[in-house]
């Protein structure tokens, strides 16, 4: 403050002996005569071309100058030859109120003021030369000390000419500011620029007013700017505020969503100076349709703090006006209402954000979060959410064309048709998750996806040095419990993935069921029962395809007991020999009729394992068991081919094989699946079939000339031992007649 107070007093000083020379000038001489003089000197000290075109001096009651038609002349190398032309510059000052101590000033008036600033080439500004103080003014600051008054100290009370000071106003009309920058090859204009206030002067309000056009080439943008406000400075410099101010800007450029925008705020503020402390007890701020409130704290001048609240607004409209176009949705109400209100906390190494609070639909998300900018930058989060129903954001959801595939109980070859799917980018922000370095935890309390309930989620994720880590991704799921792991490291030119999963006691309806009625082609296929499921797989890959083959890994699924519905081995295997017979021209009627296929069938043993090795998928040990058939399965499938070779053996247990045809019931049936995704083929393999009924009907026949035999046998032995006993019994008769001869002497 004594440096301020002495440059004022000095002001004054300087100002009385310039009035009471012009006093001298303006009765004894003509001042357009000092003009080259001036010009000269003007012309020494900044090594540029000056010139004006009239000097009007004032005497009484105000003594003054009016400039007219002044300018500044530009450095070289600048295309504008005027760095600074001023049509009129009108200042005075009021001589009585002076012998007061007073200092009263008339407003001051820069009317038609052109400002032409720039950068040349080599980024060097027009104004630089200006800069450099001379050897002699160099030395002379450094020999100058700040004059202080004897006996009295920075802090004594004293004359302070601040408060002795009136100025009646600022007037600013028709400027205009160029801002040339040949380096970066950008034009900014500012014009028309008004400026004006009311009278200027310690502890009362001064109202301010400042409209602007701005103008830019690079990026190409309009700008409209409105500033009201009253300026309020208490006495010593200590205290400012700002009262009712209202800042309007109205932008035109292809870089503002929508091509226009509107910024409205208003606030009030105070400025502590001694305590570098600015407080914006209440503040609004309106665009784009958002209605902004808080409050902010500036301390030290350089860290805010405080509360921001947008009020509840229609996401949907803002997404429109920002230009953004959303995709459909299942729910018509989806991003209706939203709503923010969080703290905040900033200073140069780091922005706290909490306590945090979202509000989307039906869904509210709490927590913090923690930025650091600065090295080592990161970005720290613990986010609670309480639900959200994610089908009401999902695409809805397209009725599929109907097809003439046969049911599954009924399965019969289909062509397999479609064409091969197009190959698809993944595209992820390489150089943005390489330069991040996040972590946090996210904790959902429900979860609603395509009609599934997920409970408990639990997600821990970690990004650093081209790593997307997911550590621990658990969750209720299904009636079962999920617990998976993730990984993306994307610090080679091909990203690599790795996926673990272990699932347990989840609904099998819900996680088997869609793969069943892929393959089948029908809807009533379903399988209900405790599933557990592990899966640990790797892959890498730029497009879709190139992960598909290059996948590496393990599955393994086990369901257990387990229901399946949809699906009737035994009136499949029927009808498959019912089809034989028929085609051998017997009557297959009773076949048919004798059985109604069973809707639900209960499997004692549901389970399946497969290794994945470069895109191909093979399992061996496909088995589903019920009490009266058994179904095993092995084959391939190629991933980034879309194709399947796979073959099942339904080998049913019938009640009776007493005849001919139960006996073909007996026989396994084999299937093969082949094909592609979208439409394989499935059905019976005939050849293999009627091979095993030969085998089986060779066996029989073997069977049966083996029994007649041991008939024959049989017959042979009975005979020869019925022969055997008769002779026995002659023996006998003959051996009792000759022993009662001998004794009564016949």
Same mark, same amino acid.
């Given at each position: 403050?004594?440096?301020?107070k002495i440059g004022?007093?000095?002001?004054?000083?300087?100002?009385?002996?310039l009035?009471m020379?012009l006093?001298?000038?303006? *009765?004894?001489?003509?001042?357009?005569?000092?003009?080259?003089?001036i010009?000269?000197?003007?012309?020494?000290?900044?090594?540029r071309?000056?010139?004006v075109?009239?000097?009007k001096?004032?005497?009484?009651?105000?003594v003054?100058i009016?400039?007219q038609?002044?300018?500044?002349?530009?450095?070289?190398g600048?295309?504008?030859?005027q760095? =600074?032309?001023?049509?009129?510059?009108?200042?005075k000052?009021e001589m009585?109120?002076?012998?007061?101590?007073s200092?009263h000033?008339d407003?001051l008036?820069?009317?038609?003021?052109?400002?032409?600033?720039?950068?040349?080439?080599q980024?060097?500004?027009?104004?630089?030369?200006?800069?450099e103080p001379?050897?002699?003014?160099?030395?002379?600051?450094?020999?100058q000390?700040?004059?202080?008054?004897?006996?009295?100290?920075d802090?004594?009370p004293?004359?302070?000419?601040?408060a002795a000071?009136?100025?009646?106003?600022?007037?600013i009309?028709d400027?205009?500011?160029?801002?040339?920058?040949q380096?970066?090859?950008?034009k =900014?204009q500012?014009?028309?620029?008004?400026?004006?206030t009311?009278?200027?002067?310690? %502890?009362t309000?001064?109202?301010?007013?400042?409209?602007?056009?701005?103008?830019?080439?690079?990026?190409?943008?309009?700008?409209?700017?409105?500033?009201?406000?009253?300026?309020?400075?208490?006495?010593?410099?200590?205290?400012?505020?700002?009262?009712?101010?209202?800042?309007?800007?109205?932008?035109?450029?292809?870089?503002v969503?929508?091509?226009?925008?509107?910024?409205?705020?208003?606030?009030?503020?105070?400025?502590?100076?001694?305590?570098?402390?600015?407080t914006?007890?209440?503040?609004?701020?309106?665009?784009?349709?958002?209605?902004m409130?808080?409050?902010?704290t500036?301390?030290d001048f350089?860290?805010?703090?405080?509360?921001?609240?947008?009020?509840?607004?229609n996401?949907?409209?803002?997404?429109q006006?920002?230009?953004? *176009?959303?995709?459909?949705?299942?729910?018509?109400?989806?991003?209706?209402t939203?709503?923010?209100?969080?703290?905040?906390?900033m200073t140069?190494a780091?922005?706290?954000?909490?306590?945090?609070?979202?509000?989307l639909?039906?869904? +509210?998300?709490?927590?913090?979060?923690?930025?650091k900018p600065?090295?080592?930058?990161?970005?720290?989060?613990d986010?609670?959410?309480?639900q959200?129903?994610?089908?009401d954001?999902m695409?809805?959801?397209?009725?599929?064309?109907?097809?003439?595939?046969?049911p599954?109980?009924?399965?019969?070859?289909?062509?397999?048709?479609?064409?091969?799917?197009? %190959?698809?980018?993944?595209?992820?922000?390489v150089e943005?998750?390489?330069?991040?370095?996040?972590?946090?935890?996210?904790?959902?309390?429900?979860?609603q996806?395509k009609?599934?309930?997920l409970?408990?989620?639990?997600?821990?994720?970690?990004?650093?040095?081209?790593v997307?880590?997911i550590?621990?991704?658990?969750?209720q799921?299904?009636e079962?419990?999920l617990?998976?792991?993730?990984?993306?490291?994307?610090?080679q030119?091909?990203?690599?993935?790795? *996926?673990?999963?272990q699932?347990?006691?989840l609904?099998?309806?819900?996680?088997?069921?869609?793969?069943?009625?892929?393959?089948?082609g029908?809807?009533?296929?379903?399988?209900?029962?405790?599933?557990d499921?592990?899966?640990?797989?790797?892959?890498r890959?730029?497009?879709?395809?190139?992960?598909?083959?290059?996948?590496?890994?393990?599955l393994?699924?086990?369901?257990g007991?387990?229901?399946?519905t949809?699906?009737d081995?035994?009136?499949?295997?029927?009808?498959?020999v019912?089809?034989?017979?028929?085609?051998?021209?017997?009557?297959?009627t009773?076949?048919?009729?004798?059985y109604?296929?069973k809707? +639900?069938?209960?499997?004692?043993?549901?389970?399946?394992?497969?290794?994945?090795?470069?895109?191909?998928?093979?399992?061996?040990?496909?088995?589903?068991?019920?009490?009266?058939?058994?179904?095993?399965?092995?084959?391939?499938?190629?991933?980034?081919?879309? +194709?399947?070779d796979?073959?099942m053996?339904?080998?049913?247990?019938?009640?009776?094989?007493?005849?001919?045809?139960?006996?073909l019931?007996?026989?396994?049936v084999?299937v093969?699946?082949?094909?592609?995704?979208?439409?394989?083929?499935?059905?019976?393999?005939?050849?293999?079939?009627?091979?095993n009924?030969a085998?089986?009907s060779?066996?029989?026949?073997t069977q049966?000339?083996?029994q007649?035999?041991?008939?024959? =046998?049989?017959?042979?032995?009975?005979?020869?031992?019925?022969?055997?006993?008769?002779?026995?019994?002659?023996?006998?008769?003959?051996?009792?007649e000759?022993l009662?001869?001998?004794?009564?002497?016949?």
């Open positions: 403050m004594k440096f301020l004022l007093l000095g002001i004054g000083a300087f100002a009385l002996v009035l020379s006093v001298i000038f303006a *009765v004894t001489f003509d001042a357009n005569d000092y003009r080259p003089q010009q000269a000197q003007v012309e020494k000290a900044t090594g071309t000056f010139e075109a009239d000097i001096p004032s005497i009484f009651p105000w003054g009016e400039l038609q002044l300018s500044l002349g530009n450095a070289r600048f295309t504008n030859t760095m =600074v032309s001023i049509e009129k510059l009108d200042v000052i009585l109120p002076l012998i007061k101590q200092i000033i407003t008036r820069v009317h038609g003021m052109t400002l032409n600033l720039g950068k040349n080439a980024g060097i500004s027009n104004w630089a030369d200006m800069l001379s050897s002699q003014e160099t030395e002379d600051r450094a020999n000390e700040a004059p202080t008054e004897p006996g009295r100290s802090d004594e004293g004359f302070d000419p601040l000071l009136l100025v009646n106003g600022i007037e009309r400027a205009s500011i160029q801002w040339h920058d380096q970066a090859g950008q =900014v500012v014009a028309p620029l008004n400026f004006e009311g009278a200027i002067q310690l %502890d309000p001064v109202p301010l007013k400042l409209t602007a056009f701005i103008e830019s080439s690079a990026p190409e943008a309009k700008a409209e700017v409105q500033l009201d406000t009253n300026l309020k400075i208490q006495a010593g410099m200590q205290q400012l505020s700002l009262q009712n101010l209202k800042l309007q800007l109205d932008a035109n450029s292809g870089l969503p929508g091509g226009a925008a509107q910024l409205v705020f208003e606030a009030s503020a105070s400025v502590d100076m001694q305590n570098k402390l600015v914006l007890p209440n503040y609004t701020l309106k665009t784009f349709g958002l209605n409130q808080g409050n902010a500036l301390s350089a860290n805010p703090s405080g509360q921001l609240e947008i009020q509840p607004f996401a949907r409209q803002l997404a006006k920002l230009g953004i *176009v959303l995709p459909p949705m299942q729910s018509a109400t989806a991003l209706q939203a709503a923010i209100k969080l703290d905040f906390a140069p780091a922005l706290a954000i909490h306590p945090l609070a979202i509000k639909d039906a869904s +509210t998300l709490t927590g913090r979060v923690d930025i600065l090295s080592p930058a990161g970005i720290r989060y986010l609670k959410m309480d959200i129903t994610l089908d954001y695409p809805p959801a397209v009725e599929a064309e109907t097809t003439d595939s046969a599954a109980a009924n399965i019969e070859s289909t062509q397999s048709a479609g064409a091969a799917e197009q %190959d698809i980018a993944i595209e992820l922000p943005l998750i390489r330069s991040l370095n996040v972590a946090g935890q996210l904790n959902i309390g429900s979860i996806l009609g599934q309930s409970s408990q989620f639990v997600m821990q994720t970690k990004v650093s040095d081209g997307v880590n550590s621990e991704l658990t969750a799921l299904l079962g419990h617990q998976s792991q993730l990984r993306a490291d994307v610090r030119e091909i990203p690599k993935y790795t *996926v673990s999963l699932a347990k006691g609904r099998a309806d819900s996680l088997v069921t869609p793969i069943l009625q892929e393959l089948s029908e809807e009533a296929v379903t399988l209900r029962g405790a599933t499921f592990d899966a640990s797989i790797n892959t890959g730029v497009m879709l395809k190139q992960l598909k083959a290059n996948t590496n890994g393990e393994k699924l086990n369901v007991k387990a229901e399946i949809g699906v081995a035994e009136y499949f295997v029927r009808k498959a019912a089809g034989y017979l028929e085609g051998k021209g017997q009557d297959a009773l076949l048919r009729s004798a109604q296929p809707e +639900t069938t209960a499997l004692r043993v549901a389970r399946a394992s497969a290794q994945i090795r470069q895109g191909v998928v093979t399992n061996n040990d496909l088995l589903l068991e019920a009490s009266r058939f058994k179904v095993s399965g092995a084959g391939t499938v190629v991933l980034h081919e879309e +194709t399947i796979y073959r053996i339904v080998d049913l247990n019938p009640a009776s094989t007493n005849t001919s045809v139960e006996k019931l007996d026989v396994p084999p093969k699946i082949r094909g592609r995704f979208n439409q394989p083929d499935i059905g019976i393999d005939k050849g293999d079939w009627l091979k009924i085998r089986a060779t066996a029989q026949k049966e000339i083996k007649q035999a041991e008939q024959k =046998v049989e017959q042979k032995v009975e005979q020869k031992k019925s022969e055997i006993d008769q002779k026995v019994e002659e023996k006998k008769e003959e051996l009792k000759k009662f001869k001998g004794l009564f002497g016949r």
